[in-house]
């Protein structure tokens, strides 16, 4: 198997970044590459991520340096894309705060093995008897309304839309939803399904046939989140905007990407560091 890339967007984590725990998961996961994204931090992020890289293998860390935040969905976007070019099975998203532990990933990894029909895994913040999931009980109870009003725009039953853990397949359709710019900055998940939704005509696999939730073991809220009851606030409004601009056709170089076979080989060795302008 190729590389399995996991995109992890890092803004101002300097005091936050758990480098034990991806140096640790790293010596044991040899399938398992990083792609950190440092979102035009202000502090020493970058930094702190190139002493992680040097502490590791050769291979095992990309950094791509934003000079200027984006926000977190552009930051994944630019990961991925850069882990689609560098030729990776499996492409993923991790929050830098390690919320969701890196322990869950091999189970994402498993999916993919089990049913080769799927085309992304999705990591769900169930209260099971068993699981360890401790979510703010307010946190809860507005993610529980928005991922209710998230599945009717996209038209299936989703427990958990907004969960930090995902896994994709690499196919033509995925480097077509990240090829351009997400209108959301928060609910960048929502639109990546809704995108992926409106290429069905295109011949992708439909949604609900593509998509397995993956229940977490483990998941701990942790302080210091980037979220403001003002963006709870602008999520509705985003929302309707993502519904509505998945409601026609996908633009034509968007269905030209989506219609064009994707190259299933890559550069061998990502760039060390790659500065985007």
Known sequence: MRPVAIVVPCYNEEQRLNRFAFHRF???????????????????????????????QPGHIDIVDLPKNGGKAEAVRHGMRHALASGADLIGFWDADLATPLDEVPAFIRAFNRYPEIEMVVGSRLTLLGHSVQRNPKRS??????????????????????????MFRRSRFLAAVLEQPFQSRWIFDVELLARWRQLRALGAPCLISSLYEQPLDTWVE???????????????????????????PAPANVQQIANTPLELTGPSVAPVIRKVA
């Not at 010596?27 to 590791?56: H, I, K, M, Y």
């Open 141 to 166: 109870l507005l993610g529980r309304c928005f991922a209710t009003a998230a599945s009717l725009v996209l038209g299936i039953r989703l427990q958990d839309t907004q969960c930090g853990a995902k």
């Open 222 to 248: 942790v302080g210091g989140s980037r979220l403001k009851a003002t963006d709870f606030l602008k999520a509705p409004w985003e929302l309707w905007q993502i519904a509505w601009s998945s409601r026609g």
């Open 26 to 56: 790293l010596s044991d996961e040899l399938r398992v590459r990083f792609v950190f994204v440092n979102d035009g931090s202000r502090d020493g992020t970058l930094a702190r991520l190139q002493e992680l890289q040097s502490a590791c």
